[in-house]
């Protein structure tokens, strides 16, 4: 999926406005101005359309986490350079603290089904022989099961 896409819905969601999401990414030490906010929600067919590069999606992300859990003892987390799919489902799984039964039932609000051992496949490391990739569609479900709880 696409970096903005999924800023758009999180925000959604979580009914942001622009000050908390610029917030949201200067918790984990990225800096954004409104002009560039502005941007990330403009279409990809407009010319000033800036699209959210992995590191900064990664600091909102982390800042999610941080604004939605507190701040976690220890050094601050590094934010990743690339993500996946399944970084960005389990990034949100985190920071509303959800469990396994949960997600399978947010995702059954959108109409997708999976067992505890399918989702558990999503969140292995990648070396792990039962690592499995998520794909756009399962994150897509993912992110609508929340926005139908949210209503």
């Given at each position: 999926?696409i ?90 799984k ?58």
């Amino acid at each position: 999926m696409i970096n903005n896409d999924i800023l758009r819905r999180i925000r959604t969601i979580f009914d942001l406005t622009d000050e908390k999401i610029i917030s949201t990414f200067a918790l984990s030490q990225c800096e954004i101005s409104t002009d560039q906010l502005t941007n990330f929600f403009k279409e990809k067919d407009d010319s000033e359309y800036q699209a959210i590069e992995d590191v900064q999606f990664s600091s909102f992300l982390n800042g999610l986490i941080t604004a939605q859990r507190g701040p976690s003892e220890g050094p601050v987390r590094e934010n990743e350079q690339e993500l996946t799919n399944n970084m960005i489902f389990n990034k949100v799984k985190i920071a509303l603290s959800l469990k396994a039964e949960e997600v399978i039932s947010i995702l059954e609000l959108a109409e997708l089904s999976l067992d505890k051992h399918e989702l558990s496949a999503l969140f292995r490391n990648v070396s792990n022989k039962h690592y499995k990739n998520c794909s756009d569609e399962v994150l897509s479900a993912f992110l609508k099961g929340l926005k139908i709880k949210a209503q």
